[in-house]
């Protein structure tokens, strides 16, 4: 049987340079924390504990002093910033150069209206840790609509400027457009900005491909990554014998039928990291 782990898997950039930060971080046998998960997969969390990388919480981090904290690539609001200073905490700033350019636009965006008459608005995950970055540059006023029926809540008759989480659904944000074009006053502005990180996008299309020329996919991916759920969603609409696992202890209790399989599939999501899938491959 032919087993194929699919090569446009794995971490993106952003993740693969935040890891490579606190790998870099360690090895000189400094005591380092990190602001929330560094990546949303618990089985490479794990692994970076194992070294000595020390997660926290906003909280925790709020009363720590004389530190060194990573920031992931997710990206942090200003506050996070300024409490560092604050308690003279050292930043080792992972955030994504993508993510981070987003944020500088924003917060331009924001400067350049005094008024604040213009009403921002983020396509994305309310709570996420990037949207939660994003509408720190606005000083907390920014809209977060989830889904393009959530664009109906906007006030039409008011100036608007869109833009996107970096790991949205390209489609949704076309949809998102769509509906404001046509709903916005005509005393209004409408402009928007596609922040989609094509590196992001641009897999839905492959792993579409990909599943879809084997048997069994096995989609592997931590329980907290939004980027994963997407991703195995359009796995499962290519190939509706796709299965999402944690890891190759999983594989057993999906009782898979492999008499007639030719060809098992293993992929997953920017925040997979490779050696996972390798773990899951060798359990066939």
């Known amino acids: 049987m032919f087993v194929e782990i699919d090569t446009g898997s794995g971490f993106c950039f952003g993740v693969t340079r935040a890891i490579g930060k606190a790998e870099e971080e360690l090895s000189r046998e400094r005591k380092l924390y990190c602001l929330g998960d560094i990546v949303h997969n618990g089985r490479e969390v794990e692994r970076l504990r194992a070294m000595g990388l020390v997660t926290i919480d906003h909280e925790q981090f709020s009363r720590l002093h004389d530190a060194s904290v990573l920031l992931r690539a997710h990206g942090e609001p200003p506050t996070t910033y300024l409490q560092a200073a604050s308690n003279n905490i050292n930043i080792i700033d992972a955030t994504c150069p993508v993510v981070l350019h987003l944020q500088e636009r924003i917060k331009r965006e924001y400067d350049s209206d005094p008024e604040h008459s213009r009403q921002i608005v983020i396509y994305g995950k309310?709570?996420?840790?990037?949207?939660l970055g994003l509408v720190g540059q606005t000083e907390g006023t920014a809209i977060v609509i989830e889904t393009p029926d959530e664009a109906a809540m906007l006030d039409f008759t008011r100036d608007i400027a869109l833009y996107s989480q970096t790991t949205k659904?390209?489609?949704?944000?076309?949809?998102?457009?769509?509906?404001?074009r046509e709903h916005i006053a005509p005393n209004a502005t409408f402009t928007f900005y596609d922040t989609i990180c094509r590196q992001v996008a641009n897999r839905i299309s492959h792993i579409r491909e990909f599943a879809s020329r084997h048997d069994i996919v096995l989609f592997v991916c931590g329980r907290?990554?939004?980027n994963g759920r997407a991703l195995f969603e359009e796995c499962r609409r290519a190939n509706p014998h796709s299965f999402m696992i944690d890891s190759p202890d999983e594989i057993d209790s999906l009782q898979l039928d492999l008499s007639a399989a030719e060809s098992i599939g293993i992929c997953g999501a920017t925040s997979t990291p490779k050696w996972l899938m390798e773990q899951c491959r060798d359990k066939f």
Do not use: M, W
């Open 126 to 131: 309310r709570g996420h840790a990037e949207v």
């Open 169 to 180: 659904s390209l489609d949704g944000f076309r949809q998102v457009v769509e509906y404001i």
């Open 224 to 226: 907290k990554s939004s």
